[in-house]
Structures are given as C-alpha cells and as structure tokens.
C-alpha cells in the first residue's frame, strides 16, 4: 500500500497534485483531509490544505490518446464474471421493469452494451438484496464518468421511470462494467485500514467526501468493531465519514 501526503492552497489542489505524484486516476486512491486551509488573519496564521492519499487501485500508464476525463472515467473498468446472472424466468419484477427500462435508455443512448442481472449479498437491516443491473461490452466506461458521477445520475434516472411503472420504489443498482462492485471491494478494505490506524494513533481520521451509498459501505464494513464507530458529518457534497477511536 503505497500512501503519501501532499499540501496546497484547496484541497482540491492537493488532490490533483497527489494524483500527478502517484499517477493514478482518481478511483484509485482515497482521500483523508488532514487538515482544512485557512487563510488567517491579516495573512497571520495561515495554512495549506494537507492530504493523506492511500494507492488502493492499480497504477496506470497514462495513454497519450485519451484525455484527462478518459482516465477519470477508465476507473471503474472492473469484472465482474465471479458473480452469477440470474436467468431471465426468474427475474422478479422490479429486476424485469428494471432490464427493459436500462435496455431502452442505452438505445437511446446509441450504446451497444449487454447488461448481466444477479443479486447482491448485502442484506442488512432487514432490507431485501438489491437487484443489480451491470452493463458490460465495449464503451461502457462512458457511463461511468468522473468518481461515478455519470452512473450515479444513470441509476437515478432508471429508478425514476421503474417506481413510475411500478408504483412503488424499485429495489436496483445500476453498474456499469463492475465500477461499484469493485470500489465497495476497495472502501470496505480501506474502512478496515484507516479504523487500525485511528486506534493505533488514538485520533479521529476523516475520509474524503463521499456519495451517500458509499458513506453507508464504510458504517456497514466498521458497524461490528468495538475499537471504533464512524459518523457522517458536512452537507451536501461535502459530506464524508469520520472514524473515531472509542
């Protein structure tokens, strides 16, 4: 695990500057703010923004060919053949509704992808497994865009128009060439790293924002320790997962 720590003037900034240093693209690392900038008083006790970044993806070789949003986007580039389809007569109807509605966007769309339907595992709380709908084939990473932006306003366009049909929420995950299922993979084992370093350190170590489904993988993935509990804390965007030592 390769880890570094890089200041500058956002943290924006610094991110961008560790990226460049690791190079790496964005869904290949995680970020704690070790510190917020502060311009001071009168320019008197000022202070950079400092960063850790943890390397928990795979470097890549920068292709010359493709643009800076190409890499934020070939993130997510995972398989997903380990997890088995469910054949098409035993889909239920919120998986049915869910296929034929994602079948007709990427049409629309004019992308020429095959999507592979299967069942998570991460019941909790009482709540049923989530139907998952995973596009796979060639420029699927299109739909992926920057930290899973694109996907995330995919699936919440293909959720809409299924609880319009259904009358009800519809209970599914759209994926696009096995991004989510690959980042839960690295948070949970992230959440794991950083809860053994805050007890280790006896501080409280804060993660970068994140989207709230993924906010809920690292509460899950630490929910069961006695050594540490996790909060939520920002607005909006902004919002990221603290882990404090009890």
């Not at 009168?42 to 993806?57: D, K, N, P, Q």
């Not at 009482?126 to 709908?133: A, F, N, T």
Request: charged content about 30%; proline content about 3%; hydrophobic content about 35%.
């Amino acid at each position: 695990m390769e880890m570094i720590e890089v200041t500058a003037n956002s943290v924006d900034a610094a991110i961008k500057k560790g990226l460049a240093e690791l190079k790496a693209s964005p869904g290949d690392v995680m970020v704690e703010v070790l510190e917020e900038p502060n311009t001071g008083l009168f320019g008197f006790g000022a202070r950079e923004a400092r960063v850790r970044m943890v390397l928990i993806g795979k470097r890549r070789t920068p292709d010359p060919d493709m643009s800076d949003n190409d890499h934020d986007m070939d993130q997510g580039s995972l398989s997903d053949d380990n997890l088995k389809d469910v054949p098409e007569d035993e889909l239920d109807e919120d998986a049915q509704v869910g296929k034929q509605v994602l079948e007709e966007l990427l049409e629309k769309m004019q992308i020429d992808g095959r999507i592979r339907v299967h069942l998570t595992d991460d019941q909790v709380d009482g709540e049923d497994p989530h139907w998952m709908l995973n596009i796979t084939g060639n420029g699927v990473n299109k739909l992926i865009g920057r930290r899973g932006e694109t996907l995330s306003s995919l699936q919440y366009i293909v959720r809409l128009i299924c609880s319009r049909r259904l009358q009800r929420r519809a209970n599914i995950i759209v994926d696009a060439g096995g991004y989510k299922t690959g980042r839960s993979n690295r948070l949970r084992g992230l959440a794991n790293r950083m809860a053994k370093q805050a007890v280790q350190q006896g501080r409280t170590i804060t993660l970068e924002p994140m989207h709230a489904n993924e906010r809920r993988i690292v509460h899950l993935t630490l929910r069961g320790r006695e050594d540490v509990t996790t909060r939520s804390i920002g607005e909006g965007r902004g919002r990221k997962v603290t882990i404090v030592p009890r």
